[in-house]
């Protein structure tokens, strides 16, 4: 039940900077995706068409890197280690792409620095690791070698995304589907697998979160997430191992890999009272001219709030925010509504017909404005296609 028609998307647009240069590879253009970075200036976008593509590196640039033709039935597939080391400021995008090991070796997409928003994206055999980064996912696939993720002093905000350890740990290590130390995770409607394991040294099983905090503790926030630990016929990890970690869920399932008697976590979980809220997008994909509703679900009968913004910088400290704010000043409401009986409510976004808007990100977050402190959504990255 919208009680507001205070809807302000077309207003957001207009403020957009368009797109830079593009830069397709493929036919009739770049040979490799090297190439086309280092062709590329600052800002720009990099096309690629489908097809098998070796590796790239981006430095202290920023760049975003969308597949050509996206309703073609070839993928655009990186059988190679991409490296995105940046300074502070620098965005990099990743959309529609594949990034698949040609071998058990695996492969990394490396990010250090600066931010990367990765949307519809499928790792296999491929592992994102995230150095002193912030990044922001949506409607992924990544199954690692032994991590589908690893955060060092990292930032991570991820909504509706599969990941999965596949091969195991090596023992006397804490490796999960997920590995975090010294960082902060935001997940909503994410399922987190530990793998398997197939031998009683090198590849044991792993739990789906392995998280922890040197100087501080770290912060993890689940809501409407399975995870569920590795297992085999001989040994099981929990959902969640680790220590020196505050973490909160909330309409999530947890589950050690040898089943529901035993603990899901390892360690004392804090919970704390309040809605969380999640931010569903549909259809996946926001095209130029295209409509997308924004689902948001916190606590019925609550005032939500949807913002809107085209920046994300570094995290800030806002007590009248549970969880961390990101570009505080720079985030533009587009609408309230009042959550439904199951705590639902559905905001309209429609992207201009103009050809600028290509590969711009726009980030979006809900938050319940009915409780102290205020409840957010993890932050959603949506791009123009």
């Known amino acids: 039940m919208t009680i507001s028609s205070c809807w302000f998307a077309v207003p957001l647009f207009t403020a957009a900077i368009g797109a830079q240069a593009e830069h397709l590879v493929g036919p009739g253009g770049f ?3 090297q190439a086309a970075v280092d062709a590329a200036s600052d800002g720009d976008i990099v096309r690629i068409a489908p097809g098998s593509y070796d590796g790239f590196g981006a430095q202290a640039k920023s760049l975003t890197f969308v597949r050509d033709q996206p309703n073609a039935a070839t993928p655009v597939t990186i059988v190679s280690g991409v490296d995105l080391t940046q300074t502070a400021e620098n965005r990099c995008v990743l959309a529609g792409l594949e990034f698949r090991a040609p071998n058990a070796v695996g492969i990394s997409v490396f990010v250090a620095h ?22 922001v996912l949506r409607d992924c696939d990544i199954a690692g070698k032994g991590t589908a993720i690893s955060l060092s002093g990292a930032d991570l905000m991820a909504n509706d995304c599969r990941l999965v350890g596949l091969v195991g740990k090596p023992l006397f290590t804490a490796v ?43 912060r993890v926030w689940l809501v409407d997430c399975t995870l569920i630990g590795g297992a085999n016929a001989t040994m099981a990890e929990p959902a969640i191992e680790g220590g020196n970690a505050l973490v909160r869920t909330h309409r999530s399932v947890l589950q ?20 969380l809220l999640t931010l569903d997008v549909e259809p996946a994909l926001l095209t130029i001219g295209g409509n997308v509703s924004l689902d948001l679900r916190g ?8 913002l809107g913004s085209f920046e994300l910088s570094a995290p800030l400290p806002l007590p009248a925010l549970e969880q961390p704010a990101y570009g505080a000043g720079e985030w533009a409401v587009l609408g309230f509504a009042i959550g439904d009986g199951t705590g639902a409510a559905t905001f309209p976004l429609a992207a ?3 050809p600028t808007l290509r590969g711009l990100v726009v980030y979006l977050r809900g938050i319940d404005l009915a409780r102290l402190p205020l409840q957010a959504s993890p932050v959603a990255g949506l791009v123009v296609q």
Do not use: K, Y
């Open 31 to 33: 040979p490799t995706i």
């Open 299 to 306: 606590e019925p009968a609550d005032l939500l709030a949807m």
């Open 256 to 275: 050690h890999g040898g089943g529901p008697a035993l603990p899901a976590i390892e360690f004392p979980l804090t919970e704390q009272p309040g809605p």
């Open 176 to 218: 999960g589907a997920v590995t975090a130390q010294d960082s902060t995770l935001q997940l909503a409607r994410c399922e987190l697998r530990g793998a398997p394991g197939s031998d009683p040294v090198f590849r044991l099983p792993t739990a789906a979160l392995a998280i922890g905090g040197w100087t501080a503790p770290a």
């Open 352 to 354: 201009p017909n103009a």
């Open 114 to 135: 600066g931010s990367v928003v990765i949307e519809n994206c499928v790792f296999d055999l491929a592992g994102l690791v995230l150095n002193g980064s912030r990044a």
